[in-house]
């Protein structure tokens, strides 16, 4: 990748009329990145998702693809990004394997190299059963795989998808989610929803907007802090203390209310200074002999900071 940055985005505005759906709006992804954007309905999420797929043009401001302009490079940026719109429109009338290679055809994949770009993205969306059914009789999950299979069968290196388990049953949804977790590293991915938690399980990095502003390009780090372990360890705490505290990178080791020196099973809270602790935490405990029964990584409260960042945009915007 020559370039550091997948996605670069400056001041970016979108009029409708009088009113803006964004309003000067800058972030950059990088290559690999799984990114949440986070945000209620008419926040300008999918606005912005339609601009960075080239499908709808910024009224000012800049936004680069792969290096590529988005206002002046549209049709290639479409053949690098693989895009899920809400309720993607799929044809009813056609089969599975006639719509995929429908749709490879006119991403540009070669003739030569239509059927076995189907055959990989079938594979990989675990259509096999349902390629010779009509869309129309599919259930709501196979259509959302079906939409998901179309966005990669020309193998882009970006995939953007706009609140891709709207709508679908538990089951459906862990099964959608899974898929986009394991798609995550391999490519760039962009989730877009308004429901915290999905973003939460599927993000790495996580955007909130809200009235098409962005409030944080990262609203983890927004928690500030150092990451933070539960460890739950089969020792007395008055031996597993001085292990955890001699630590390089260890800040702080609390155990919990009930953990009595005496005590031979027991939580502990560790603060550390650097990212990458999980492992060092568990080499060492299990290397001093003691059981380690489970090890957690904290994660920031999400809901938290999502709530903080909007009271205070409607405090700025009040004063």
């Known amino acids: 990748m020559p370039y550091s940055e997948i996605v670069a985005v400056e001041r970016l505005i979108k009029r409708y009329g009088a009113r803006r759906a964004v309003n000067g709006v800058s972030f950059a992804i990088r290559d690999g990145e799984a990114i949440g954007l986070l945000g209620p309905n008419g926040s300008g999420k999918s606005t912005i998702l339609r601009i960075l797929t080239g499908y709808l043009p910024p009224t000012s401001g800049s936004v680069r693809i792969d290096g590529l302009d988005a206002a002046e490079d549209s ?94 049953d538990a089951y459906q949804v862990i099964a959608v989610r899974e898929l986009i977790r394991s798609m995550a590293g391999e490519r760039t991915v962009i989730v877009a929803s308004h429901v915290l938690t999905e973003i939460e399980r599927l993000a790495t990095r996580v955007m909130i907007l809200r009235d098409g502003e962005l409030l944080t390009a990262d609203a983890l780090a927004e928690a500030g802090g150092t990451p933070r372990f539960r460890l739950t360890i089969e020792a007395p705490a008055d031996a597993v203390l001085p292990v955890l505290l001699n630590m390089a990178g260890v800040t702080a080791a609390v155990p919990n209310a009930d953990g009595g020196a005496g005590q031979s099973c027991a939580d502990y809270v560790v603060e550390t200074d ?13 290397g001093a002999g003691f059981g380690l029964a489970g090890l957690v990584e904290e994660k920031p409260d999400l809901e938290r900071i999502f709530l903080d960042l909007t009271r205070r945009a409607v405090e700025a915007m009040a004063a």
Do not use: H
Request: net charge positive; charged share 20%; aromatic share 6%.
């Open 75 to 168: 049709l290639a940026i479409r053949s690098r990004v693989g895009y899920v719109p809400e309720d993607a429109p799929l044809y009813d009338w056609m089969r599975v394997s006639e719509f995929l290679t429908f749709m490879a055809e006119i991403k540009g994949v070669p003739s030569g190299a239509t059927r076995a770009a189907v055959g990989v993205a079938c594979e990989r969306l675990r259509l096999d059963q349902v390629m010779g059914m009509p869309i129309g009789k599919l259930s709501r999950g196979y259509r959302q795989r079906v939409a998901i299979a179309q966005a990669l069968v020309n193998d882009p290196p970006i995939l953007i998808l706009d609140e891709p388990t709207n709508a679908l």
């Open 274 to 286: 650097r990212p990458g602790m999980g492992e060092n935490l568990a080499r060492t405990v299990v």
